[in-house]
């Protein structure tokens, strides 16, 4: 069975500071991992995706994630926040493409100025 | 390309009725999805289609609810004897088969008073 983990329901950073999200997965094969936002009355939007390639992806918005098969984490970065990034970021799970996403809790980002 | 799309965006019912959204997606995907999210969680899978085949069911899918897609494009989900349990924001996606990016559509909120 797969499984997400979202550390910290609500991350506050200042405008031009890192963003750090965290995700840790569980899966018996390998993954298909997603990280997806959302912004107030809108849909869920993908940011980027990991499909067994490339380690480091790079989504949308300056946006990027690691995939660390030794942590079995999925952590999404971003080097400079800006005021536009404030929204609820979500990891997801797959054990194959096209097949039903697992998601986290999710994790609020708010950004001060 | 229009997206995803969702109708009702809003309902409001009495428990104990019968509700039904519709989601139409994005032209030639073949692959559609539902899920359900509640205040303060992640988007929970619910099922999905391949055209008109229902391939997955999730356990959280009662024999309340029951979902369609007769000619492999739009899909209806039916709540039968709404139970306030049932207050949340029903989302739907749409993807290609081989490509697994998943598009979603804004949600239909329901709330059961």
């Known amino acids: 069975a797969q499984s997400v983990t979202q550390l910290g329901s609500h991350v506050s950073v200042s405008e031009g500071a890192l963003v750090l999200l965290r995700c840790n997965y569980s899966?018996?094969?390998?993954?298909?991992l997603f990280w997806y936002v959302q912004y107030p009355n809108q849909g869920l939007q993908l940011l980027l995706k990991?499909?067994?390639?490339?380690?480091l992806v790079k989504g949308i918005n300056g946006f990027e994630a690691e995939f660390k098969k030794s942590e079995t984490s999925f952590h999404l970065t971003k080097p400079s926040a800006h005021m536009s990034d404030a929204a609820e970021y979500f990891c997801?799970?797959?054990?194959?493409?096209?097949?039903?996403?697992?998601f986290g809790k999710g994790t609020t980002l708010s950004v001060s100025s | 390309d229009t997206g995803v799309s969702q109708d009702p965006r809003h309902k409001i019912t009495k428990r104990g009725q019968n509700v039904t959204f519709r989601c139409d997606p994005i032209?030639?995907?073949?692959?559609l999805y539902w899920y359900r999210q509640t205040l303060g969680q992640g988007p929970e899978f619910l099922t999905y289609?391949?055209?008109?085949?229902?391939?997955?069911k999730s356990r959280l899918l009662s024999d309340r609810f029951s979902a369609e897609r007769p000619k492999g494009s739009f899909s209806t989900l039916e709540i039968q004897r709404t139970e306030q349990g049932d207050s949340a924001m029903y989302l739907c996606?749409?993807?290609?088969?081989?490509?697994?990016?998943?598009?979603f559509g804004p949600g239909t909120r329901l709330t059961v008073l």
């Open positions: 990991y499909t067994s390639a490339a380690t």
């Open positions: 899966s018996s094969v390998p993954p298909y």
């Open positions: 289609f391949q055209n008109e085949a229902q391939l997955e």
């Open positions: 997801a799970v797959s054990r194959r493409a096209g097949t039903a996403l697992i």
């Open positions: 996606a749409s993807s290609l088969l081989a490509g697994g990016h998943k598009f």
């Open positions: 032209s030639e995907h073949n692959r």
